[in-house]
């Protein structure tokens, strides 16, 4: 657990990861953040929804898109409770986010500072700023307990 208060934005990413795993899916959540106010929040829903792109970021921008009334989230913040995958990654390319903040790295799927590493493509039309590790702990713990109680 961390040492001090999370951030509002990941602790209500990392309570929309909890009903994530509530719902039988990987517990992922996002959320969208434009001057200090909420405007979009998600989990990952792909089993519910029958949809393979139902990432939490992927539903998180689609939510803030819509709210804003346009494709670009220039101006906007994502916080993520897990480090995106390429699709992720892509669609906050296109998205124009500002920032990205992520709980924990994923070795495996992330295409930050993992893998693919997205943002750092020569061909990357946009980079946001990313900031990794806020509330590591509590996302990796849910990411744990949903992944043994399935085994």
């Known amino acids: ?37 909420v405007i ?3 989990h990952n829903s792909p089993r519910e929804d029958h949809d393979p792109t139902a990432h939490a970021e992927v539903l998180a921008i689609r939510a803030a898109a819509a709210a804003l009334g346009q494709e670009r989230l220039t101006g906007c913040d994502l916080w993520v409770t897990l480090e995106p995958c ?8 296109h998205a124009r986010l500002d920032r990205v903040y992520y ?4 070795p495996k799927g992330g295409a930050v500072e993992h ?11 946009h980079r946001p700023e990313v900031y990794s590790g806020i509330g590591e702990g509590e996302a990796a713990d849910l990411l744990r307990t949903f992944f043994r109680e399935r085994r």
């Open 1 to 37: 657990m961390t040492r001090w208060p999370l951030p509002e934005p990941m602790r209500m990413a990392l309570e929309a990861a909890a009903c994530a795993a509530a719902a039988g899916e990987v517990p992922i959540g996002a959320v969208i953040v434009k001057q200090g106010v």
């Open 40 to 42: 979009a929040a998600a």
């Open 86 to 93: 390429a699709m992720c990654a892509g669609a906050i390319v």
């Open 103 to 106: 709980a924990a790295s994923d």
């Open 115 to 125: 893998g693919a590493k997205v943002f750092d493509a020569p061909g990357c039309l």
